[in-house]
């Protein structure tokens, strides 16, 4: 056990001295956002386009996020600095209360536009992105918010819904969803349960990340291993245990 | 280390400095002593422990069996090896012992001469340490979840009291009744903390899902309910709005300073909160397992850089550090669910409780003794750990 604790004690008597005035310059301006950003371009990378007809926008989930950026409290700072900005957007996926995707604005923007060509909403819609979009960075609206500030008619928020723009959350309040998301969010929450299932039926409830990913994904698992490895690490639902031979995927005891 | 000292003796740092950076280190070195451990008096999972503010010497324990013991936690023996002997308890044979389990026990925060404790049976008791005998005994209408008496407060003795109805009772000392009594939550009152910076502001937390401030010399209400997503109502859905946490609050603890509190809730998150403002400091801890159906009991270091907070996070306790919010490591060493933990901080050492009956003790790992040291021809050693046979060819 003391063989491993000495990597704990830092350099308290040393180096922390010496990184503290060197400390306020280091990060470059822009740089602050910079690994979330990254990320987020990563995890797109990962997202299936063809098993959607390039219809739905690269989504990310925030669990993801955590997963490649180790530091919480710094991703959700930078998380909220890429929303200020204006270059993300948060979705509720609606099965769960901490599941939030996150897509990069101009993606949104193009395949919402797209997926309405043609339809009789679509003048509805493009009014909704271009007004509403960058005016309000939340998940959600209200219906004062939609009549008065903006100027929606109900029939007008309803043809919203039926785009598949908004989704209902309450009497008089709506999430902003993406169009076609539906089919996302049945294949996650399956592709989800299928991993987790592999790593409960291995003997002592344990796999080799190695291992598990040169398996073959059961059918159920639409969207990709890495994908869905990413979002069990950083929504915890799997313990990383670091060992010689690679890092081990563990389910927690609790 | 020699620079620190060097920099001290010269006046370049100020002497608080070298004292945090070594309180620092021997908390990141805290792991279970051979050498070191408390008495086993307890016949079922202990609930609560306390160490007296004044001199960091004695501890009480208030367990599932009603027992209450009294341990002294000072080495006078002059070995390594060590057992922090229980001086003094009210056992089961007490004419006035606890009839079910004891949630909670507090040494009277000016000296030891007193100690209050409170239990399941609906009441809550006022022990004279000396005679053991009870000072005074208040009884309330539902189970007693937890109690608390103000660490700073020099103008009022009042202790608040969380039951299982929803108003807040705070019950004087000096006339022996409840004076005040708080409204506004509307379950269970599952945690109860003064704050350590203002005598008169209270926090409490709630089965459900709030948890409020209180400064209880105004009688129109709570100063302010703590609200996890800071006023932004679209992040959830509006059941959830002004509530600190998705599911039961468990747990309250106030950092040493006062200025920021922290709350876990059975949602698996712990929160901190500035407690000037009521707002969410947005400091994500990852998943923190509670599971436990009544209060959780948690503590934060004193005097150390940066501060550090020790969860009983299943059978193990888990190590945060509080403004950053980073895992440092889990302390594995219970056989079954910790309930609660004191930390000691003269010497950094942290005491946790757990339903398997042992209360253990971590210790700062030391630097070994160097061999010239070592006076005595044989080293102190733990009978447990010789072994019987003899080394020589005869059989014997």
């Not at chain 1, 900005?85 to 897509?103: C, K, M, S, T, Y």
């Not at chain 2, 620092?24 to 160490?51: A, C, P, Y």
């Not at chain 2, 807040?168 to 005040?180: A, E, N, R, T, Y």
Request: overall charge neutral.
């Amino acid at each position: 056990m003391s063989r491993k604790r000495p990597r704990l004690v830092p350099e308290t008597f040393g180096s922390r001295r010496r990184r503290g005035p060197g400390g306020a310059g280091e990060e470059p301006p822009g740089g602050e956002a910079g690994s979330v950003r990254r990320a987020l371009r990563e995890l797109g990378e990962l997202f299936p386009r063809l098993l959607f007809q390039d219809a739905l926008p690269p989504i990310a989930l925030k669990s993801q996020v955590y997963s490649l950026v180790p530091d919480r409290t710094a991703a959700d700072r930078q998380l909220r600095e890429l929303r200020e900005l204006g270059e993300v957007r948060v979705i509720q996926l609606g099965f769960d209360a901490d599941a939030q995707g996150i897509v990069f604005t101009e993606d949104f923007r193009t395949k919402a536009l797209a997926s309405c060509r043609g339809r009789p909403y679509e003048g509805t819609v493009k009014r909704f992105l271009a007004s509403v979009l960058p005016a309000c960075g939340d998940l959600s609206f209200h219906q004062d918010q939609m009549t008065q500030t903006f100027g929606f008619r109900d029939c007008e928020i309803t043809q919203l819904v039926n785009a598949g723009v908004l989704t209902v959350r309450d009497a008089g309040s709506w999430w902003l969803s993406v169009p076609g998301a539906g089919r996302f969010v049945k294949y996650f929450v399956k592709g989800r349960q299928a991993v987790l299932g592999m790593v409960r039926k291995s003997k002592y409830r344990e796999l080799l990340l190695s291992e598990l990913l040169a398996r073959r994904a059961p059918l159920s698992v639409r969207l990709g291993l890495p994908y869905h490895v990413h979002d069990l690490i950083g929504g915890q639902l799997l313990d990383i245990v670091p060992t010689t031979s690679g890092t081990l995927l563990r389910l927690p005891e609790t | 280390m020699l620079g620190f000292l060097e920099a001290r003796q010269v006046g370049l740092d100020d002497p608080g400095r070298l004292r945090r950076a070594e309180a620092t280190r021997r908390v990141l070195k805290l792991e279970l002593n051979k050498d070191r451990d408390v008495e086993r008096i307890h016949g079922s999972g202990v609930n609560t422990l306390d160490i007296e503010p004044v001199e960091g010497r004695y501890m009480l324990s208030g367990g599932s069996d009603g027992i209450i013991a009294l341990y002294d936690l000072e080495n006078f023996s002059r070995k390594v090896h060590y057992t922090c002997k229980s001086i003094c308890s009210v056992g089961r044979n007490h004419p006035d012992v606890h009839k079910y389990s004891v949630e909670t026990v507090q040494w009277y925060p000016h000296d030891t001469g007193m100690f209050t404790s409170s239990s399941f049976d609906k009441t809550l008791k006022i022990w004279d340490t000396n005679t053991l005998q009870p000072a005074d005994v208040f009884h309330f209408e539902g189970t007693v979840y937890s109690h608390h008496m103000s660490p700073v407060a020099t103008k009022h003795c009042l202790i608040a009291v969380g039951t299982k109805g929803p108003k807040v009772q705070l019950c004087d000392l000096k006339s022996g009744s409840c004076s005040h009594i708080l409204q506004g939550h509307r379950q269970e009152i599952l945690a109860v903390s003064w704050s350590p910076r203002y005598e008169y502001i209270l926090a409490t937390a709630s089965a459900d899902s709030k948890v409020k401030l209180w400064d209880i010399r105004r009688a129109s209400g709570c100063l302010i309910t703590l609200d996890q997503h800071n006023g932004e109502k679209s992040k959830a859905s509006s059941e959830a709005a002004n509530t600190a946490h998705n599911g039961r609050v468990n747990g309250l603890c106030f950092t040493r300073d006062g200025l920021h509190l922290l709350t876990i809730g059975t949602d698996d998150r712990m929160r901190l909160w500035n407690s000037s403002n009521g707002e969410n400091t947005l400091v994500n801890y990852g998943k923190v397992c509670n599971e436990s159906r009544k209060g959780l009991k948690f503590t934060i270091s004193h005097g150390c850089s940066p501060e550090f907070v020790f969860v009983p996070y299943g059978s193990a306790i888990a190590v945060y550090t509080v403004y950053s919010g980073e895992l440092i490591t889990m302390l594995r060493g219970h056989y079954n669910t910790v309930d609660c933990c004191v930390f000691q901080p003269n010497f950094q050492e942290l005491y946790s409780g757990s339903r398997d009956c042992n209360i253990l003790a971590w210790v700062p790992a030391l630097r070994e003794p160097l061999p010239d040291e070592d006076d005595e021809a044989e080293t102190q050693k733990n009978p447990a750990f010789e072994d019987a046979w003899s080394s020589s060819d005869e059989e014997g």
